[in-house]
């Protein structure tokens, strides 16, 4: 009976205590199992650094509603996650305040999640979207996990895009050549484009280029701006035939047509249309080729062998369409005619007494180059010997031409030993005596062909100047000859190494040089066209493709040129160094420009500070430039 009560008593105190112990379990499971699901439910992800970009058209309507952004993210743990798209930027960096986010549950694995921007927004600012600004990725407590900024659109956006415009264009284009003067050449192809308005008011049509079959490109760029009532209307450009024609281009599409609002703001924009009608260059007008002769240099030279030298240096400034050529007279009797500029002697091509010449580039309108022609005369004709020692030079300040010039220099040099007597019809303006020569100076301006240029001058020589100088080179050689045969004997050879640079090495690095120059011209003016818009991208993408590839051959061959150049000597080590300098003085200026364009863009620098800053790289490049040019100078001669 004892033992029955002890055991019940014993059993009572089991009992409570396994019972608290089975509920401390189930509480401790309980904890571990919501820790655990928190855990879960933090998910781990990154972004790719892969997006897309799409317009969208929920509505059936031509305008998108949305700019949907997708971006790639990897999911390593799932969970929920959200993705922010803030803002965009138009290719000049304007900020476009446009923003959106899309919360998501996702898998493990890697997802595209598509964020929407408003597509009315886009289109208030008009403004063309060309950039993502940022892109941020968080967890599900709005920590930031990754982030990605300044990533580029996959195509062009234009905010008409994204709603009603008040006026468009049609891309239907009409075209006919005008011949205003009756000359049988078409002074313009007449351009009519068409826009459909649906707001009235002023609106610009912008045209700009036109390439033919092979995309041979001509500028010929025309702006009408115009007032236009609702509904269909054509609005006619004037597009110059001379610039077809100078660049020979046999005109089948308008590269570009554009369409502004009164504020300027871009509505349109077409590229490629057809002409619809066939022309050829040869039909539109020739281009007027006006010079400006601003300054001639004239020397005339005479020696005491018995020559006459003249020396022309011309300083001409192209005030017409551009320039390819000049013609340029001399005295009929002259000969051993010479053309150079400042790189060397230029291509020419003679017919009766005028000399035709081929500049080495282009010259544009506004641009100033100068021209040396020289050449000689025969002494008989334009000397006249009277009384012995007492000659006359009977010629002209300058010969026939048919232009004004702004200032003539003319400068008569007599042989060593002359004394100028008289000089008719006019006095020099000054006269500088050296080495015992005489120079007379004669300074005109606004030289017109009605002025009367001729003029004598008498002056005074004795025929033995002319045996002098050798008489005193032969003494001095003769004394110095018995000077060192009494001192040292009969003299012994000595040779010195040298080493020369053949005349090719160095004609060939002058000629790739001036290739490079030119090179680096054409693409910098191939930018300027691409940014007016003024030449097709996929032709912009071939031509820059084939420039870089050329400008990379040509730079190849420069440095081993350079370096055979610089083992001749220190001299044409010197002149190396000069160039690399000059380069690295240009480029610098190049970076600092387009540095300085960005921070103005930006608003970080003041219009004034900018101009102030430009005009003092330019003056850099234009120095460095200045360099170089000499230095190919002095290896050309």
Same mark, same amino acid.
């Given at each position: 009976?004892?033992?029955?009560?002890?055991?019940?008593?014993?059993?009572?105190?089991?009992?409570?205590?396994?019972?608290?112990?089975?509920?401390?379990?189930?509480?401790?499971?309980?904890?571990?199992?919501?820790?655990?699901?928190?855990?879960?439910?933090?998910?781990?992800?990154?972004?790719?650094?892969?997006?897309?970009?799409?317009?969208?058209?929920?509505?059936?309507?031509?305008?998108? @509603?949305?700019?949907?952004?997708?971006?790639?993210?990897?999911?390593?743990?799932?969970?929920?996650?959200?993705? @922010?798209?803030?803002?965009?930027?138009?290719?000049?960096?304007?900020?476009?305040?446009?923003?959106?986010?899309n919360s998501t549950t996702l898998d493990a694995g890697v997802h595209v999640v598509y964020v929407p921007l408003?597509?009315?927004?886009?289109?208030?600012?008009?403004?063309?979207?060309?950039?993502?600004?940022?892109?941020?990725?968080?967890?599900?407590?709005?920590?930031?996990?990754?982030?990605?900024?300044?990533?580029?659109?996959?195509?062009?956006?234009?905010?008409?895009?994204?709603?009603?415009?008040?006026?468009?264009?049609?891309?239907?284009?009409?075209?006919?050549?005008?011949?205003?003067?009756?000359?049988?050449?078409?002074?313009?192809?007449?351009?009519?484009?068409?826009?459909?308005?649906?707001?009235?008011?002023?609106?610009?049509?912008?045209?700009?280029?036109?390439?033919?079959?092979?995309?041979?490109?001509?500028?010929?760029?025309?702006?009408?701006?115009?007032?236009?009532?609702?509904?269909?209307?054509?609005?006619?450009?004037?597009?110059?035939?001379?610039?077809?024609?100078?660049?020979?281009?046999?005109?089948?599409?308008?590269?570009?047509?554009?369409?502004?609002?009164?504020?300027?703001?871009?509505?349109?924009?077409?590229?490629?249309?057809?002409?619809?009608?066939?022309?050829?260059?040869?039909?539109?007008?020739?281009?007027?080729?006006?010079?400006?002769?601003?300054?001639?240099?004239?020397?005339?030279?005479?020696?005491?062998?018995?020559?006459?030298?003249?020396?022309?240096?011309?300083?001409?400034?192209?005030?017409?369409?551009?320039?390819?050529?000049?013609?340029?007279?001399?005295?009929?009797?002259?000969?051993?005619?010479?053309?150079?500029?400042?790189?060397?002697?230029?291509?020419?091509?003679?017919?009766?007494?005028?000399?035709?010449?081929?500049?080495?580039?282009?010259?544009?309108?506004?641009?100033?180059?100068?021209?040396?022609?020289?050449?000689?005369?025969?002494?008989?004709?334009?000397?006249?010997?009277?009384?012995?020692?007492?000659?006359?030079?009977?010629?002209?300040?300058?010969?026939?031409?048919?232009?004004?010039?702004?200032?003539?220099?003319?400068?008569?040099?007599?042989?060593?030993?002359?004394?100028?007597?008289?000089?008719?019809?006019?006095?020099?303006?000054?006269?500088?005596?050296?080495?015992?020569?005489?120079?007379?100076?004669?300074?005109?301006?606004?030289?017109?062909?009605?002025?009367?240029?001729?003029?004598?001058?008498?002056?005074?020589?004795?025929?033995?100047?002319?045996?002098?100088?050798?008489?005193?080179?032969?003494?001095?050689?003769?004394?110095?000859?018995?000077?060192?045969?009494?001192?040292?004997?009969?003299?012994?050879?000595?040779?010195?190494?040298?080493?020369?640079?053949?005349?090719?090495?160095?004609?060939?690095?002058?000629?790739?040089?001036?290739?490079?120059?030119?090179?680096?011209?054409?693409?910098?003016?191939?930018?300027?066209?691409?940014?007016?818009?003024?030449?097709?991208?996929?032709?912009?993408?071939?031509?820059?493709?084939?420039?870089?590839?050329?400008?990379?051959?040509?730079?190849?061959?420069?440095?081993?040129?350079?370096?055979?150049?610089?083992?001749?000597?220190?001299?044409?080590?010197?002149?190396?160094?000069?160039?690399?300098?000059?380069?690295?003085?240009?480029?610098?200026?190049?970076?600092?420009?387009?540095?300085?364009?960005?921070?103005?863009?930006?608003?970080?620098?003041?219009?004034?500070?900018?101009?102030?800053?430009?005009?003092?790289?330019?003056?850099?490049?234009?120095?460095?430039?200045?360099?170089?040019?000499?230095?190919?100078?002095?290896?050309?001669?």
């Amino acid at each position: 009976m004892v033992f029955h009560v002890k055991n019940a008593h014993i059993h009572k105190k089991i009992v409570p205590t396994m019972v608290v112990f089975l509920m401390i379990f189930l509480s401790l499971s309980l904890i571990f199992a919501q820790t655990s699901l928190v855990c879960a439910q933090e998910g781990e992800a990154s972004l790719t650094g892969t997006t897309s970009d799409k317009g969208v058209n929920s509505d059936a309507d031509e305008f998108f @509603e949305t700019l949907n952004i997708g971006v790639e993210v990897n999911v390593t743990t799932a969970g929920t996650f959200k993705v @922010e798209v803030a803002g965009l930027y138009d290719s000049e960096s304007t900020f476009i305040d446009v923003s959106g986010q899309n919360s998501t549950t996702l898998d493990a694995g890697v997802h595209v999640v598509y964020v929407p921007l408003d597509g009315e927004t886009i289109f208030e600012l008009k403004l063309n979207p060309a950039n993502v600004s940022s892109i941020r990725l968080y967890d599900e407590s709005d920590a930031l996990i990754g982030g990605l900024a300044d990533v580029p659109l996959s195509g062009p956006y234009f905010f008409g895009q994204f709603g009603l415009l008040p006026a468009r264009l049609t891309e239907t284009i009409y075209d006919e050549g005008i011949d205003t003067d009756d000359d049988g050449y078409f002074d313009f192809l007449n351009l009519g484009v068409e826009v459909n308005v649906t707001t009235a008011g002023t609106y610009t049509v912008d045209a700009g280029g036109i390439y033919d079959a092979t995309y041979t490109y001509v500028s010929a760029q025309t702006v009408n701006s115009t007032y236009l009532d609702v509904g269909i209307n054509v609005v006619y450009l004037a597009m110059p035939g001379t610039e077809i024609y100078a660049e020979n281009v046999n005109p089948t599409t308008i590269a570009q047509i554009y369409l502004y609002d009164e504020s300027d703001v871009q509505l349109d924009v077409v590229y490629d249309l057809d002409l619809p009608t066939t022309y050829v260059y040869d039909e539109f007008q020739r281009p007027i080729i006006e010079i400006e002769f601003t300054e001639i240099e004239r020397d005339i030279v005479l020696d005491q062998s018995g020559s006459i030298r003249v020396i022309n240096v011309y300083h001409i400034t192209n005030l017409g369409f551009q320039a390819e050529t000049i013609e340029l007279d001399f005295p009929e009797d002259a000969y051993h005619l010479e053309v150079r500029d400042e790189m060397g002697t230029v291509e020419t091509s003679t017919e009766n007494n005028t000399i035709t010449v081929t500049f080495r580039s282009v010259l544009a309108t506004n641009k100033t180059k100068a021209l040396h022609l020289i050449y000689n005369i025969p002494w008989s004709s334009y000397i006249n010997q009277e009384d012995g020692g007492d000659y006359t030079l009977s010629f002209t300040f300058f010969e026939e031409f048919n232009y004004t010039i702004g200032k003539l220099t003319v400068g008569v040099t007599l042989p060593k030993g002359a004394k100028s007597q008289l000089s008719t019809p006019i006095d020099p303006d000054s006269t500088k005596k050296s080495d015992n020569q005489e120079t007379m100076n004669f300074v005109f301006s606004d030289v017109t062909p009605s002025d009367n240029l001729s003029f004598e001058i008498n002056y005074e020589y004795n025929v033995f100047w002319g045996s002098f100088y050798p008489t005193i080179w032969v003494g001095i050689l003769a004394v110095v000859a018995s000077a060192l045969f009494l001192f040292w004997g009969t003299p012994k050879t000595v040779s010195a190494p040298t080493i020369q640079v053949p005349p090719k090495a160095l004609r060939s690095f002058v000629d790739a040089y001036e290739e490079k120059m030119s090179i680096r011209s054409e693409l910098e003016s191939l930018e300027k066209r691409l940014q007016k818009g003024k030449i097709p991208r996929r032709k912009f993408k071939v031509r820059k493709k084939m420039l870089d590839s050329r400008l990379a051959t040509v730079t190849r061959n420069l440095q081993s040129l350079s370096a055979k150049i610089r083992s001749a000597g220190s001299n044409y080590a010197n002149l190396m160094r000069q160039i690399e300098v000059a380069e690295a003085n240009l480029e610098g200026a190049e970076r600092d420009i387009q540095r300085v364009k960005q921070r103005y863009r930006r608003g970080k620098v003041s219009k004034g500070a900018y101009r102030k800053l430009v005009e003092e790289y330019r003056g850099r490049i234009e120095d460095a430039e200045a360099t170089i040019d000499g230095v190919l100078l002095r290896l050309h001669e």
